[in-house]
């Protein structure tokens, strides 16, 4: 069992930046994803990232925006945020699946952080 914890999240006023980190308790070459819920709305996809780096992908949403990377020597997985919005705002959630290949749908993740919240004011 591996668990994540996800920090960095926090108020920012529009056009900010925020890096999220997803700790992993274990060792793993799993591929990771950034996952964000706002309220009233269903999880979305934000971006994934592969075992080893080499392969993300990211939601149209925050293309150009965002970036997702990894440092496995530290089992951690990063999400830099910048030009944020207020459509941004969401509780982000960090999340692990067994296979080396990213994906960009929830189900295929077996392992999910707390969350962490992210609110952009205008």
């Known amino acids: 069992q591996v668990h994540l914890v996800e920090s960095g999240g926090g108020l920012v006023q529009a056009g900010g930046s925020l890096r999220?980190?997803?700790?992993a308790s274990a060792r793993t070459f799993y591929a990771m994803g950034w996952f964000r819920q706002a309220p009233g709305k269903e999880r979305?996809?934000?971006?994934?990232?592969?075992?080893?780096?080499?392969n993300t992908y990211y939601?149209?949403?925050?293309?150009?925006?965002?970036?997702?990377s990894r440092d496995n020597a530290?089992?951690?997985?990063?999400?830099?945020?910048?030009?944020?919005?207020?459509?941004?705002?969401?509780?982000?959630?960090?999340?692990?699946?067994?296979?080396?290949?990213?994906?960009?749908?929830?189900q295929a993740y077996a392992y999910w952080g707390q969350g962490t919240q992210v609110t952009v004011s205008s």
């Open 59 to 68: 939601a149209d949403s925050v293309k150009g925006r965002f970036t997702i």
């Open 44 to 54: 979305e996809f934000v971006a994934a990232i592969n075992w080893n780096g080499g």
């Open 20 to 23: 999220l980190s997803c700790a």
């Open 74 to 106: 530290k089992n951690t997985v990063f999400l830099q945020m910048n030009t944020l919005k207020p459509e941004d705002t969401a509780v982000y959630y960090c999340a692990g699946r067994h296979t080396i290949m990213a994906e960009t749908r929830s």
